[in-house]
């Protein structure tokens, strides 16, 4: 089954990849690739942004 949005809701990672999207358009000896990536706007935010600030701490604690 394809995702959906509410397949999303509560997730905590920065973002998950659907590989179900990916498209591969070639035009002569060019090739654009477009992927999907999902994330829940309010949890994955949060967690990324409590992510960045632990990994900053451990910096500075250093």
């Known amino acids: 089954d394809e995702l ?3 397949d999303i809701i509560g997730m ?3 973002s ?3 590989a179900t999207q ?3 358009i ?3 000896d060019t090739q654009i690739v477009k992927t999907v990536s999902w994330y829940d706007n ?3 935010y949060v967690s990324q942004l409590v ?3 632990k ?3 451990g910096l500075i604690s250093k």
Do not use: P
Request: glycine fraction near 8%; aromatic fraction near 16%; avoid cysteine.
């Open 12 to 14: 905590s990672y920065g």
């Open 26 to 28: 070639t035009n002569g």
């Open 16 to 18: 998950l990849f659907d």
């Open 4 to 6: 959906v949005s509410s």
């Open 55 to 57: 990994y900053f701490a």
């Open 51 to 53: 992510r960045t600030v």
């Open 42 to 44: 309010e949890m994955s």
């Open 22 to 24: 990916t498209k591969v």
